[in-house]
């Protein structure tokens, strides 16, 4: 039976009543509690309690991580299950409380913060039921395993297909063989999505479900108010706008480049990119085309894994490097803990999961990395980075637990990146003794400068793309959700899928966070942020010429602007530490800084694509029927499946003999 609830829902600038519908039976009654010493009461014994959780979950989550045995993993499942259990128990206390009534403001935040969008308002089973299709679909989504490409195929000898994610990604990576890429990437996608479809839509139905219960139209909006802005949505649209022109005079360069190398068979020289060719299983990030597109290949590119090498280093030693940096910005030693504890190196006794990562126990005391540091440039910038979040983690100690996180989800990230832009950085390599590579050439830094758009700007539509797709089939359903996937990937980056697709594959899950349900807009966010907090510290500094020549190393000015930044936590609107680091100009996310520092690259772009007859992309039906086969009308069915007949015949022939295992 269908009644008719009022959600209530209110940002930071404006409160609006809407009216939502609800099933009678999971209508969530918001409390009548307005008391201020409940809810005092309330807050403390949470700060307490979810400290002690947190700590119990790392140290459960560590241990695993750093000795994979079966009975770790019981554990850490066990407490990861407590923390459900007590993220639910909270939700019921947050939720007797009248927040809005709550006469102290910070009072107020907090049980606003711990009783909206939150799934434990659901019922318990269908709690439980989110819970176990997303732990499914991220079982499923590791257990993805894919033939290997076979060109001299012989029918007496069995294949394995047994390659996992990390073999996939370095194919993609290192091979420039055209139909390597395609097998690769035409099984990962077809071997992931399509086993987790059914699950996804009933996770959309039971999520969207949950955000209703807490008054909002649909999940996109509850995922929106994480932000707590109104106009969010609106300058997250208005930035990639501005980045446009550059991404597609970078594109328009990578296509003639790609061109030259794979020819008009697999390119249209005025059209969209095929998604296998770029350097990556997802075509979301371009730096591992760089050998294919590099500007001046007689100039130096940036690599000191030599020079650390020939001078030395230990893993200990890359260790103390990063201290060093951050010390010299004025910012804190790691603490004695942090050398007792930290796993620096692989051990070769015991299985460890290898992944870098900065741990924050929660009990204000222990801190720690988990990386194994091989001695090369990678691990070197790796280290400065998990290091940032090491910083976060120490300045934001005194706030409330609750408060104790990036200021949103997009500035753990954007303040460690931002960092890593001083150095990964051929001016601060050369003021470290590890490159006499002269900074001052033209060539160099247009190289460098390619390498890093590469990078982040070739980054930028994919990582806005991503939930703009989960928004849409959160809005409008699960009914087209592959071809949806495509039309945004077309018109924002420019990429179309290699091979004709159906809505019977689910190509979006092939990246991990969708089923694994991770927000992924932060990683947009972080990437404005990481340009715009390195210009504030460049400021800060005093840095005079181009943006990407600025290292902060030694400058205490440009440590203030970050300490002022991390030390905050989350305990003010982000807007605030905007505007505190844009030194009162602005609240908002801003794509200016990322574009001063291509600015010189743009320049060169703009001369290399002079010839261009088309800067950007131009689609074509041939491009849409490639994932809306549909578009066709009736009558030319036949006509359609025929042709992907023969794209298939092509492609099928390889794998039709292989043992799946
Ligand atoms: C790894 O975990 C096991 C428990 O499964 C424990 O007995 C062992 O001591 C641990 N090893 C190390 C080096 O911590
Ligand atoms: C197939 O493999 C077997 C065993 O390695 C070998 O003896 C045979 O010559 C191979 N056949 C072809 C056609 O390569
Ligand atoms: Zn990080």
Redesign the pocket.
């Known amino acids: 039976m269908e009644t008719v609830a009022i959600g209530f829902k209110c940002f930071i600038y404006f409160c609006v009543f809407i009216i939502i519908r609800a099933n009678d039976n999971e209508r969530f009654n918001g409390g009548f509690n307005t008391n201020l010493d409940d809810a005092l009461r309330f807050l403390n014994e949470y700060d307490i309690e979810a400290a002690n959780m947190c700590f119990r979950v790392s140290s459960a989550q560590w ?1 695993y991580s750093t ?1 994979m ?1 079966d ?2 993993k019981r554990r850490m499942i066990e407490e990861q299950t407590l923390q459900a259990k007590f993220d639910k128990i909270t939700w019921k206390k947050a939720a007797e409380f009248d927040w809005a009534k709550i006469s102290d403001p910070i009072a107020r935040r907090q049980i606003r913060m711990l009783t909206m969008n939150n799934r434990a308002a659901l019922s318990d089973d269908k709690y439980n039921e989110i819970y176990h299709l997303i732990s499914e679909m991220k079982d499923l989504y590791a257990h993805v395993r894919i033939c290997p490409y076979v060109t001299d195929f012989n029918e007496s000898v069995s294949i394995y297909c047994d390659l996992e994610q990390n073999d996939a990604v370095k194919i993609m990576a290192d091979s420039h063989d055209n139909l390597e890429l395609l097998h690769v990437w035409k099984e990962w996608h077809d071997k992931s999505g399509p086993v987790m479809k059914n699950k996804f839509m009933r996770y959309v139905e039971v999520a969207n479900q949950a955000a209703r219960i807490n008054g909002f139209q649909d999940a996109s909006e509850a995922m929106q108010f994480t932000y707590e802005s109104a106009e969010f949505e609106d300058n997250l649209a208005q930035t990639i706008h501005q980045i446009m022109p550059l991404y597609k005079e970078l594109f328009t360069y990578v296509r003639s480049k790609l061109y030259a190398k794979y020819g008009s068979e697999i390119i249209r020289i005025d059209g969209p990119l095929p998604a296998h060719i770029l350097g990556d299983l997802w075509g979301q990030e371009w730096g591992n085309i760089y050998d294919l597109v590099i500007p001046y290949s007689g100039h130096g590119t940036v690599d000191v894994t030599a020079e650390l090498l020939r001078q030395g280093f230990t893993p200990l030693r890359v260790f103390q490097m990063a201290e060093e940096f951050y010390t010299s910005l004025g910012l804190k030693p790691m603490p004695p803990e942090f050398w007792r504890y930290s796993m620096i190196e692989k051990p070769n ?2 299985k460890v999961q290898c992944t870098a990562s900065a741990w924050d126990f929660c009990n204000k005391m222990d801190y720690r990395i988990k990386q194994c540091t091989e001695v090369d440039m990678k691990n070197l910038i790796a280290t400065h980075h998990e290091m940032a979040h090491i910083q976060y983690y120490l300045y934001y100690a005194d706030q409330p637990f609750i408060y104790r996180d990036g200021a949103n989800p997009g500035f753990h990230e954007g303040v460690a990146n931002a960092v890593i832009l001083s150095v990964f950085n051929p001016t601060h390599f050369y003021r470290m003794g590890l490159s006499r590579n002269r900074t001052d050439i033209y060539e160099n830094n247009i190289n460098f400068l390619m390498l890093m758009a590469l990078r982040k700007v070739a980054y930028a539509p994919f990582a806005y793309v991503v939930d703009q797709w989960r928004y849409q089939i959160f809005q409008q359903g699960v009914t087209k959700m592959n071809s949806e996937w495509w039309k945004l990937r077309l018109r924002y980056q420019g990429v179309v899928p290699p091979i004709p697709r159906f809505e019977s594959h689910f190509d979006a899950a092939a990246k991990r966070h969708i089923p694994a349900d991770i927000p992924y807009v932060k990683y947009y966010i972080a990437l404005l942020l990481e340009f715009q907090i390195h210009k504030a510290m460049c400021t800060a500094a005093g840095h005079t010429g181009p943006l990407h020549t600025c290292d902060i190393y030694r400058s205490r000015e440009a440590g203030r602007v970050l300490i002022d930044i991390l030390k905050v936590g989350k305990a003010r609107h982000w807007q605030d530490v905007v505007k505190m680091l844009t030194r009162g100009k602005s609240d908002k996310l801003s794509a200016e800084p990322l574009l001063e520092y291509f600015e010189p690259l743009l320049e060169w772009l703009k001369q290399a694509n002079k010839y261009e007859k088309v800067v950007g992309w131009m689609s074509n039906k041939k491009d849409v029927a490639l994932y809306q086969p549909l578009v066709y009308s009736k009558s030319n069915r036949n006509m359609v499946d025929i042709y992907n007949l023969i794209v298939f015949s092509v492609i099928a022939y390889k794998s039709s003999l292989v043992l799946n295992i």
């Open positions: 241990a000795n045995t009975y770790n006794s015991r």
